[in-house]
């Protein structure tokens, strides 16, 4: 399998971020992680060994990013105003750094992007706020509400980050046209501590006619990289 280590300067960041790619060719995949978590996380925690055989046959092509949640959401020590705004060039960094090298990569339109956890979180917004961009979606116990992380600071940066109130409102048919055409996966499971987040989103999209598939797993499905091995195969 084609492995490859990248490691640059981000302008929008103003630091060095780093990323890993798997597979030569086919859709492109852009991989978000978990809470907090690092652009290797994917491979070590087994989903790209998951997913090898059909990386290996050239259906899909891994972008696996770094995050900067530490920076941004969970971070306590700055003010949630800040925290929002670190995101904020999070999103420049993907549109603007990521996405061009990405295409200069591979020119397969079908775009995707996935994430478990909070990496589902990061999955969904972005796919949701650019649906020029994204043609497939699939969150595995992604967690979308970001109130928790604001200490009650809400401003307009806030509520186009917070899918559950964005969603919910959204009118314009230059979205909704959009949206119909994408495919959204929310996997879940009936213990995953997010499962309420995933029926809440899905009641959301439900109401503005968005075909979607909410997927709740039984068997004692929980919120954790074992099952989301399962989800990934299955999705992809």
Known sequence: MNREYLKGHSRELGREME????????MPLVVFPTSQGRFFDYEDR???????PKIDRGEMQLFCVDSVDAESWYNKG??????????????????????????????????????????????LNFSL????????????????????????HYDDDCYFNCPPDYMANISDDWFLSRYRRMRIVLATGEWDMCMDQNVKMSEILNAKGIAHWLDVWGDHTGHDWPWWQKMAVKYF
């Open 19 to 26: 990323l890993l790619v798997f597979g030569h060719s086919g």
């Open 46 to 52: 087994g989903m790209v060994g998951a997913l090898a």
């Open 78 to 123: 700055a003010q949630p105003r800040a925290r929002v705004m670190r995101h904020v060039q999070y999103e420049r960094y993907l549109l603007h750094e990521l996405l061009p090298y990405l295409r200069s990569r591979n020119r397969n339109l079908q775009l995707a992007a996935t994430g478990c956890s909070f990496g589902g979180y990061h999955a």
């Open 129 to 152: 706020k650019h649906p020029d961009l994204v043609a497939q979606c699939v969150s595995m116990g992604g967690a979308f509400d970001v109130h928790q992380f604001l200490d009650g």
